[in-house]
């Protein structure tokens, strides 16, 4: 039990998952920025920000989570364009999310 200047007192938190810990908002923000970005279809309409959820399949996440690899590794050793590798790592998560997704649900 944990209790609190104010007298308050909680449950230990030390097996419950910490989403807070886990992740990090500017990076959440910053791939919330990539997504919106990409909205935009061909045609100038715009999708569902869930669009993704309604399924693609795993070779197509596989195939393009090799190109942004590809991308980030390129970037990585060159060390040029970080504006260009934070676009490549939006993308490569975006791919590994939508792969894990797939597998989960």
């Known amino acids: 039990m944990r209790e609190f200047e104010t007298g308050a007192t909680r449950d230990e ?11 990090d908002p ?7 920025e990539y997504m919106h ?10 999708r569902d920000s869930d669009n993704w959820q309604k ?7 596989m195939k393009s989570m090799f190109r942004h690899f590809i991308d980030v590794w ?4 060159r060390q ?5 590798q934070i676009e490549a790592l939006c ?10 997704h797939e597998l989960l649900k």
């Open 55 to 61: 399924g693609i399949p795993l070779d197509a996440y």
């Open 74 to 77: 390129i970037e990585h050793r």
């Open 13 to 23: 938190d030390d097996s419950k998952l910490d989403y807070e810990g886990f992740l």
């Open 37 to 46: 970005k990409h909205r935009v279809q061909a045609d100038g309409s715009l």
């Open 26 to 32: 500017i990076v959440l923000e910053r791939f919330a």
């Open 91 to 100: 993308a490569l998560l975006f791919n590994v999310q939508g792969y894990l």
């Open 80 to 84: 040029i364009d970080q504006d260009y």
